[in-house]
């Protein structure tokens, strides 16, 4: 070989190897950049678990016991027949008072139906739905809940003091309304006690006190309004 051709040859081997060196750290980049972007993702899938848990957070925190399951699992069918009795005011009710009332009672306890709902579900407790409830249960034949409370959910009206509610109107229909509705609630503020004293959940026991407190001035009201009807 020449010295001309070794000449021209030195250069051309240079640019080469600089073209490797380049392509080199082009490939290098883009695997920093892949490895990168992966890591992201990582990190992405797993903080998804973190934020699903925040959204079903546990609606009634803390310790619980037999005592607030019990409450909860009995309260939820009074609310439900107290709703009940609330929704047959429309066109049957005369007094304003008594409407104004029923609606207060449904607005109420239909969202506390599904807070303890959720509470039992977070506890692992099973539903209510063992028991029946009064006045809805027509093939039920004479289970009356009526009678004190001995299935825990004291204050319950019969199917036949349902029936007798939905056969009136007018002022005897508002007569018949508060007289049942005062030994439901005194009923339901008698669980709210039990709990009070027996429960160890601070959620359930709250909401014992709201009904407490609630439902004796709701008492007071009706016993107000049978005075002058």
């Given at each position: 070989?020449?010295?001309?051709?070794?000449?021209?040859?030195?250069?051309?081997?240079?640019?080469?190897?600089?073209?490797?060196?380049?392509?080199?750290?082009?490939?290098?980049?883009?695997?920093?950049?892949?490895?990168?972007?992966?890591?992201?993702?990582?990190?992405?899938?797993?903080?998804?678990?973190?934020?699903?848990?925040?959204?079903?957070?546990?609606?009634?925190?803390?310790?619980?016991?037999?005592?607030?399951?019990?409450?909860?699992?009995?309260?939820?069918?009074?609310?439900?027949?107290?709703?009940?009795?609330?929704?047959?005011?429309?066109?049957?009710?005369?007094?304003?008072e008594i409407k104004t009332l029923a609606a207060a009672i449904e607005k109420a306890?239909?969202?506390?139906?599904?807070?303890?709902?959720?509470?039992?579900?977070?506890?692992?407790?099973?539903?209510?739905?063992?028991?029946?409830?009064?006045?809805?249960?027509?093939?039920?034949?004479?289970?009356?809940h009526g009678s004190g409370g001995k299935d825990g959910m004291s204050g319950m009206?019969?199917?036949?003091?349902?029936?007798?509610?939905?056969?009136?109107?007018?002022?005897?229909?508002?007569?018949?309304?508060?007289?049942?509705?005062?030994?439901?609630?005194?009923?339901?503020?008698?669980?709210?006690?039990?709990?009070?004293?027996?429960?160890?959940?601070?959620?359930?026991?709250?909401?014992?006190?709201?009904?407490?407190?609630?439902?004796?001035?709701?008492?007071?009201?009706?016993?107000?309004?049978?005075?002058?009807?």
């Amino acid at each position: 070989m020449s010295s001309v051709q070794r000449a021209v040859r030195r250069p051309l081997n240079r640019r080469l190897a600089a073209v490797g060196v380049l392509a080199s750290g082009v490939l290098l980049l883009a695997a920093c950049g892949s490895n990168e972007g992966t890591s992201g993702t990582d990190h992405g899938s797993t903080s998804a678990p973190s934020a699903a848990k925040k959204s079903g957070a546990n609606p009634a925190p803390g310790a619980s016991n037999d005592a607030d399951v019990t409450f909860a699992q009995s309260m939820i069918p009074h609310h439900q027949q107290a709703v009940e009795m609330a929704k047959l005011a429309d066109g049957r009710a005369s007094d304003r008072e008594i409407k104004t009332l029923a609606a207060a009672i449904e607005k109420a306890q239909g969202p506390e139906i599904t807070t303890m709902r959720g509470w039992l579900k977070a506890w692992g407790a099973p539903a209510s739905s063992a028991h029946s409830m009064p006045g809805m249960d027509h093939g039920s034949g004479g289970m009356d809940h009526g009678s004190g409370g001995k299935d825990g959910m004291s204050g319950m009206m019969s199917a036949k003091d349902m029936t007798d509610l939905k056969a009136a109107k007018g002022t005897g229909f508002d007569r018949k309304f508060a007289q049942m509705m005062i030994g439901h609630h005194n009923g339901a503020i008698t669980m709210a006690k039990d709990e009070q004293r027996n429960g160890r959940n601070a959620t359930a026991k709250k909401l014992a006190g709201d009904v407490i407190k609630n439902q004796t001035a709701e008492v007071a009201k009706m016993n107000k309004i049978l005075d002058r009807l």
